[in-house]
């Protein structure tokens, strides 16, 4: 399918409530790459696999939690287009200069109903990687520091309306449903799995009373092997884990949730089915959303449910 518009998850910006703490996390324990820091004092890092500048900043802050989730689109005449129809949809915009995020061009920035900051932007510098444009190894030694993922994969949101939230991700940005979960009433969306590629999804929404809440990020890794090895390394350094290694109903995927220093709650997964806009959404009822979230144990546990940042 060609990739148009919406192309992918970009970058994610992270609160922290102590930098060093956070910096040695994303960077030593995750194994991100750090690429760079500012003179707002972000930090930012990229994966081994990704060559984009950046994809997750972290910056302290009082309180934990995500300051916008950005998306990159196809080129700038796609940014523009998509800011008019965000315009047109009803839905303030905010232009961002370029090189106001290092090494990122210009940002379009917009609100959701959840309470959720997102942003759209064309141009990120490509400083490359160790897997070079031209004959290169299957993997290199930046992909054996701490967990290591490839990329910066997707995020999971709390907040309420995410009817109005699904709306506008598919009407305005082209995304697709491709999950959801009902409520006890068997009508009300519980959560919803939005993708705008063949992936199972770039993003998803639990409905909740407070807005903009952060439920987790996530980091793709390459088999069941480096969940565990993960599991492994999220040990050997103390880091707290809320549950797995597991596997998902919903997407399929193998995982482990955990939280940063600062209680933001990260995931490291694998797995997952490819998925095309002509198919049909899968639904999970609200008697098998234990099944859905975590099929080994078929049950939810509070904290997964409750705990947000």
């Known amino acids: 399918m060609a990739i148009t518009g919406v192309m992918r998850p970009g970058h994610a ?16 324990v995750l194994g991100l790459i750090e690429t760079g820091r500012d003179k707002q004092g972000r930090v930012y890092f990229k994966a081994w696999d990704e060559r984009d500048h950046n994809s997750v900043i972290i910056r302290e802050a009082d309180s934990a939690g995500i300051d916008f989730f950005g998306f ?7 940014l523009e287009k998509l800011n008019s129809d965000l315009r047109a949809y009803g839905v303030q915009t905010e232009r961002i ?17 959840s309470g959720h900051v997102f942003e759209l932007y064309a141009e990120k510098t490509d400083i490359g990687s160790a897997q070079t444009y031209t004959n290169p190894p299957p993997w290199t030694a930046e992909a054996e520091r701490g967990i290591a993922p490839v990329r910066m994969d997707h995020c999971l949101l709390y907040g309420p309306d995410i009817e109005k939230v699904q709306k506008l991700f598919v009407d305005v940005l082209g995304f697709y449903l491709v999950e959801r979960v009902l409520m006890e009433d068997g009508k009300t969306d519980l959560a919803i ?17 407070e807005p903009g809440k952060l ?3 996530a980091f793709l890794l390459e088999s069941w092997e480096k969940v565990l090895r993960a599991a492994d390394i999220m040990s050997m350094n103390k880091v707290s884990i809320d549950i797995g290694p597991t596997r998902h ?19 490291t997964f694998c797995g997952g ?14 008697d098998e959303v234990g099944t859905g979230i975590f099929y080994h144990d078929r049950k939810l546990n509070e904290r997964f449910l409750d705990v947000v940042s």
């Open 13 to 28: 910006a992270i609160r922290v409530l102590d930098l060093e703490e956070g910096i040695n996390h994303y960077k030593n």
């Open 72 to 78: 990159k689109v196809a080129d700038k005449a796609t």
């Open 97 to 113: 200069p370029a090189g106001e995020m290092l090494e990122t061009g210009e940002r379009v920035r917009f609100e959701a109903a």
């Open 273 to 286: 089915y490819q998925c095309y806009p002509d198919g049909k959404p899968i639904t999970w009822t609200w």
């Open 249 to 267: 109903g919903v997407t399929r995927g193998t995982t482990i949730y955990a939280f940063d220093p600062s209680g933001n709650r990260f995931e």
């Open 215 to 217: 439920h987790h990020v």
């Open 193 to 209: 799995w939005l993708s705008c590629s063949i992936k199972a999804h770039d993003i998803a929404f639990v409905r909740h009373p």
